[in-house]
């Protein structure tokens, strides 16, 4: 019997994915381990690998469509020996087809979600991905009045989306609400090309509105000496040319970073709804430009590691992030964030939480400024660093350590490395 291939879950929260491109046609044989396509997630692009021989009768779906559902079969594979014109039968899974770039921004209306007649509960369990419970207690929405249109009757993103809060519970003959057309933008006649976002790009402008709506911001900035980090990693270069490491400014950054939450552990934590959750370790996300939009990948546990070790893990995952090669493991989760835009000579910024994280250090260039040293008036290398804390989950005066243990860190950096 044929084997169908359906859309993979990708990560733990992937519901839906763009099917980027094909590697294979039909007719060609794989083995398992074969690459088949290139699968676009709400983080970065992935590979998907053949897990039986065979060859392909037939692919379902074409390359570039998006909005694919995970279960849906974009394939199917004959065993050898089978009969290869021999298919199962097809089933009817919608899915979005990538439209062309428009000439001008239209209201486009959405459509409605379809209800499933298997109840999303079992007993008193209510079954829904874990994305569609958080997009419902941030709405406000009863879980048990909505109905799922997953897989058993399980509620996802699209189904919370467009529920009501407070809705009452549907019947099997009540629909879900359809979502409002988003408003029309004007271009006001000025020419301009379209371009049509990608997922990665969707999901930093969803999360990031929904970063700046929920998330009460406060906001703590300190001028930060640089000199004597600066000759540390000097010092450290020369004794790590023959490994071939090179320390950058950023990796002794993280590492500082990491060592001030451990010892203010009251910054090393996160808001979650009716708990205040405690970190243990200090797992530092660290923001990478990539070609598709930013992205975050994660040094685990920089506390303990060597300022080498970090310098050797952050050049390969960002290798990784800009050829959208990252796996869910390597970009989900982190306790705190760092962004550094000093290599753009930016002197100060104030950067927007990355939730569920409570809190994210922003950096800015290392100059020469005027400084006062012991009561005398010198010239020193001095950056600006700015802490955004979620003030749900930390208060001023904690925060306000933190920041004065990431500068005691930098200007003292033999804890760096001890």
């Given amino acids: 019997m044929p084997i169908e291939i359906k859309m993979p879950a990708l990560s733990p929260t992937m519901e839906e994915g763009t099917l980027a491109k094909w590697l294979v046609k039909e007719g060609d044989t794989v083995s398992s381990g ?58 009817q899974v ?18 409605p979600v379809a209800v499933s007649a298997v109840p999303a509960k079992q007993g008193d369990r209510v079954i829904a991905s874990p994305l569609a419970k958080r997009i ?23 189904d919370v989306e467009a529920a009501q809060p407070g809705a009452a519970p549907l019947t099997a003959s009540t629909g879900a609400a359809p979502q409002a057309a988003p408003a029309a933008v004007s271009d006001f006649g000025i020419p301009y090309e ?5 997922n990665v790009r969707k999901t930093i402008a969803r999360r990031l509105t929904e970063a700046k709506q929920t998330i009460p911001h406060i906001y703590l900035t300190v001028d930060v000496r640089l000199d004597a980090l600066l000759k540390l990693r000097g010092d450290l270069n020369k004794a790590l040319e023959p490994d071939g490491v090179k320390l950058s400014v950023n990796d002794l950054l993280i590492k500082a ?57 952050m050049k390969a995952l960002a290798d990784k992030a800009r050829d959208g090669k990252l796996m ?3 970009y989900q989760g982190g306790t705190a964030s760092l962004s550094n835009l000093g290599m753009f000579g930016i002197k100060q910024f104030d950067a927007v939480i990355n939730p569920p994280q409570a809190m994210i250090m922003a950096v800015g260039a290392g100059e020469q400024r005027p400084y006062v040293v012991d009561g005398e008036l010198t010239v020193a290398s001095v950056m600006s660093a700015t802490g955004s804390f979620d003030h749900r989950a930390i208060d001023g005066a904690d925060g306000a350590q933190l920041m004065q243990a990431f500068k005691d860190l930098i200007e003292n950096p033999l804890g760096l490395v001890a």
Avoid: W, Y
């Fill in 34 to 91: 074969d690459i088949m396509a290139e699968i676009e997630t709400d983080k970065a692009t992935m590979e998907f690998e053949a897990v039986d021989e065979g060859t392909i009768v037939s692919i379902s779906v074409p390359e570039g469509t998006e909005g694919v559902k995970v279960g849906t079969v974009i394939a199917v594979l004959a065993m050898e020996g089978e009969d290869s014109s021999a298919k199962p039968a097809a089933k």
């Fill in 94 to 111: 919608e899915v979005k087809a990538a439209p062309a770039a428009p000439a001008a921004v239209q209201a486009a209306a959405a459509a």
């Fill in 136 to 158: 419902a207690e941030q709405k406000g929405v009863d879980l048990k009045a909505v109905k799922g249109s997953g897989p058993n009757g399980r509620i996802v993103k699209a």
């Fill in 194 to 198: 379209a371009e049509k976002l990608n």
């Fill in 257 to 313: 970073l990491a060592k001030a939450l451990i010892r203010v552990p009251k910054c090393n934590v996160s808001f979650a709804g009716d708990e205040l959750r405690k970190f243990s370790r200090a797992d530092i996300s660290v923001a990478v430009a990539a070609p598709s939009g930013l992205i975050t990948p994660i040094i685990v546990d920089a506390a303990t590691k060597g300022v080498a070790q970090i310098s050797s893990e």
């Fill in 328 to 330: 869910p493991h390597e």
